[in-house]
């Protein structure tokens, strides 16, 4: 219900990303580039996963799953039957979300812990039909040789497909992401989330068809996770079912609660946080993971709305400042603008 | 023919029987109040009727038609709204939105157009929070529209679920103990905000302890006991029947 924020921080956010294409495109080496876009990949598939879990509040355990969906089956039409990768793309996005729709449907009856033991058994289901189906995926192997995206065909210029245009393509893709997810959080269906979340049965009380939007949720929500997929598969070329695993779903939950549940931008910067981070903890040397663990129980502990709670800390302390500057020029009988 | 009809139910969980083949029946345009000690089954009932809890047996009727196995949510599009004793409100939305969000979710203006920012849906979002301070007013919460819910002091969040409930328009307001927890100052307040919600044209079925009260303004007495209904009719009725002095002040010493 509240729009001029909103556009604020999304005048930030594009900025922000202009400039890490900037950065990316001139001074990164293809190394920090390629952590560039898989910044973005997950960056979408946290966000996605937070529209479940910190709007609706359905704690989901096989996101993991629908982000294999979709790199599986964008990967699969472009290699066996050669159709052209946008297509692809764009139906293992959909097919992601008919998944989620289903799961969505068997599961979402059921409450809380029982939903995420029921959610989990599904992810361990997409794993296992991944990592046995020899024939389909190639098992444990994982596909390789994954056709890049042809040229665009409105383009004269012949397009390399460097990291670069990745990163291009992966920043157009948080935004949209973005876009999608504030403004859904900014209307009415957004606020009827939250209602869901905070008390379903006064949400159903108040005429709210609970199941209904529940159900919306988790099939929007891998819709972008499978669009977040298609991207990785093209990408990187080479997709291993270990990478849709149980574990990789668990890691996008810690990945969601540390960005703070209920906000995509904290999303966005856990994303960052978690593919940058263990890569500077190389410092530690052997004991890199190790002490990432520890950076997560830390910041767990002490800012448990993640850092989307840290970033509000920050922005109240300079909030904070600007109105000693303000009442400092009031008592020295001046306004805030002779301040100025 | 009555707004609300219950007709021989009974809830059983398990071998004990909660509700035991109650009927009573709810006219329209009037206060209607269940009064009975602890336990006597008061907010299974309610359960029953907003269709929280499915009756072992019997029917409910509202307006004509059966709501015995309607869920929740279409039961409010019916027309009946509830407050809940144990208080439920969306705590981290402020007061404004825990009010708005009852128009907004029974609104018309679609998902997408929603999501759009349509006209229509910026309309719908205006109407609703008019109607939400407006509502908000009434109750006594005037100036508290920003707050967090979950920061209202306690007899402010029963107010606030009542105006919530308000905001659905329903035909029939159902009331699980509105009074507890108000001191008495306002207590009577809000006893003459019920008579005036009732001349909008809101009945109420109200659950409530503060007896006196419930004589001054209830115009139909329903007293359940042990999940019974022992007595029933207009307040000076009630209060001189035996049976409920029994239930209220124990039986007989011989």
Redesign the interface.
């Known amino acids: 219900?509240v729009?001029a924020p909103t556009r604020w921080r999304l005048l930030a956010l594009i900025m922000l990303f202009v400039a890490a294409y900037a950065f990316g495109t001139t001074f990164a080496n293809d190394y920090v580039l390629h952590l560039m876009v898989l910044t973005c990949i997950f960056s979408v598939l946290v966000m996605s996963h937070n529209l479940v879990t910190g709007y609706v509040g359905l704690f989901h355990l096989c996101h993991a799953a629908f982000f294999g969906v979709g790199a599986y089956v964008s990967a699969l039409l472009a290699i066996h039957l050669h159709l052209p990768i946008p297509l692809t793309f764009v139906i293992g996005a959909c097919a992601a979300g008919f998944s989620g729709l289903t799961v969505g449907l068997l599961s979402v009856r059921l409450g809380g812990h029982y939903f995420a033991i029921v959610s989990l058994g599904l992810g361990v289901i997409v794993y296992q039909v991944l990592n046995n189906w020899v024939t389909l995926t190639a098992g444990p192997i994982g596909l390789s040789g994954i056709p890049l995206p042809p040229q665009i065909p409105w383009i004269r210029k012949s397009i390399d497909w460097t990291p670069s245009i990745f990163l291009a393509f992966g920043l157009v893709l948080v935004l949209f992401t973005y876009v999608v997810f504030t403004?859904?959080q900014d209307?009415?269906?957004g606020?009827?989330m939250?209602?869901i979340r905070?008390?379903e049965?006064?949400?159903?009380?108040?005429?709210?068809?609970?199941n209904r939007v529940k159900i919306?949720a988790f099939t929007i929500a891998s819709f972008f996770a499978g669009a977040a997929g298609g991207m990785y598969a093209h990408y990187t070329r080479i997709i291993v079912p270990e990478q849709f695993s149980f574990m990789a779903s668990a890691e996008l939950v810690a990945m969601t609660v540390l960005g703070g549940l209920g906000s995509f931008g904290g999303s966005i910067a856990s994303a960052a946080f978690f593919t940058i981070m263990p890569e500077m903890l190389r410092v530690a040397g052997q004991w890199r993971l190790e002490s990432f663990g520890a950076l997560l129980v830390i910041v767990v502990l002490f800012f448990p709305r993640g850092m989307a709670g840290l970033g509000e800390l920050i922005w109240q302390g300079f909030g904070r400042l600007r109105g000693r500057v303000v009442a400092d020029g009031v008592t020295k009988g001046t306004t805030s603008r002779g301040v100025a | 023919m009555a707004l609300l009809d219950v007709s021989d139910v009974s809830k059983r969980f398990g071998g004990n029987e909660v509700i035991s083949h109650a009927t009573f029946a709810v006219q329209k345009d009037t206060i209607t109040a269940i009064l009975g000690p602890n336990g006597a089954g008061k907010t299974t009932l309610f359960n029953m009727i907003t269709g929280v809890l499915r009756p072992t047996s019997g029917n409910i009727l509202f307006g004509g038609k059966s709501i015995t196995n309607v869920r929740v949510p279409e039961i409010v599009r019916m027309g009946i709204a509830r407050t809940f004793q144990k208080l439920r409100l969306f705590k981290n939305l402020t007061a404004l939105e825990n009010v708005a969000i009852s128009r907004l979710s029974l609104g018309e203006v679609s998902w997408p157009m929603a999501f759009l920012g349509a006209r229509s849906s910026r309309q719908e979002e205006k109407k609703a929070v008019e109607e939400a301070c407006e509502l908000l007013s009434f109750v006594g919460l005037g100036g508290f529209e920003n707050a967090r819910a979950g920061s209202l002091a306690h007899g402010q969040q029963r107010l606030l679920e009542i105006a919530r409930a308000m905001a659905l328009h329903p035909a029939c307001l159902l009331l699980d103990e509105p009074m507890a927890g108000l001191n008495p100052e306002d207590s009577t307040r809000l006893a003459g905000s019920l008579l005036r919600i009732r001349e909008r044209g809101m009945t109420i079925l109200l659950i409530e302890h503060h007896v006196d009260v419930v004589m001054d303004i209830a115009d139909h007495i329903v007293v359940l006991d042990f999940g019974k209904i022992i007595s029933e009719g207009l307040p000076e009725q009630v209060q001189s029947d035996p049976r409920v002095i029994e239930a209220y002040l124990g039986g007989k010493v011989n």
């Open positions: 219900m729009a403004r859904i209307s009415k269906v606020l009827i939250k209602a905070e008390n049965l006064a949400a159903a009380c108040v005429g709210i068809r609970t919306s």
